[in-house]
């Protein structure tokens, strides 16, 4: 049923726990547009009942009040929120697709809380020197993010219109990517548990407005709030190699970029591989010597830390 947590500056997220109520923390953070609802398929805490899984709607998805002007770099404070909320001190931080910027910056900005992060299929920041951002993009992705920098307003009633429709029939939304989806996505998408899963979390994300939507591209296209090279703790880079919606180079980059950061290149794969390829990512959290001991964590953490 989910749990509204209450910010500092007075806004309500809406939060979601399942798994294993004294296993170890993982915070697992949406795509875009997405909710806490669309974060993991199904039968996942079958599969890991050693982990305590928890999510929330960013602002403006789903039950979460919008946050105007909203940088990723936010998400670090509004995850320490929801953390504190549920009685978890320290944690790890997955995020897939426009999750994965966000679960970067909780690694960044809450060091001595998140002990290890995994960003897959991830977008780089739009001021990345030497990538070329829009290269190998799909054209519905270069239209949006083309917008958000040079129209905000055109962006907001591009996505007003599309949400509106999805909201009528999410299935829209499925059918629309795949004609941009690689032959490799196509039977990803197709599979029942992912399609069931990702009308699941467009309902959810856009059932009353689509200002999630719109605040995720603005805060993609303006400076992050943080550097990337400040993440300390374990991270791993996974993407699939024939990924047209966050082009691989993405990921090439923040590699360089990240210190000692693991990087999981995967042929034959797009973007929707992220779904199946979660239970791996997993182990390679689960490994990792910084969450030995994380098992029942619980008790009020400490403040979240500030963008830079």
Known sequence: MGKHVRTD???????EEWGNPTGTPVLLLHGTPGSRLGTALPDLPAHRPDLRFFAYDRPGYGGSDRHHGRRVADAA???????????????????????????????ALL???????????????RDADG?????GMTPFNVREYGLAAESP?????DLAARAAAIRQDPERLVEDLRAELSDHDLPVVSDPAVRATLLRTYREALGATHHGWTDDCLA??????FDVSAVTAPVLLWHGLDDAFSPPAHTRWLAGR????????VPDAGHFAAHHALP???EWLRNQEHLHGLEGQAGQGGQAGGGR
């Open 220 to 225: 993609f296209t303006r400076p992050w709030g």
């Open 280 to 282: 791996s990512v997993l």
């Open 258 to 265: 990240i210190p000692g950061a693991s990087l999981e290149l």
């Open 153 to 157: 307003e055109l962006l907001d009633a």
């Open 77 to 107: 404070r509004d995850a320490a929120a929801v953390a504190d909320a549920l009685g978890i001190e320290r944690f790890a931080a997955v995020g897939r697709s426009g999750g994965a910027p966000h679960a970067l910056a909780c690694a």
């Open 9 to 15: 500056d007075g806004r309500l997220l809406l939060a």
């Open 111 to 125: 060091p001595e809380r998140v002990r290890a992060a995994a960003a897959l299929v991830s977008i780089a920041p």
């Open 131 to 135: 990538l070329d951002w829009f290269a």
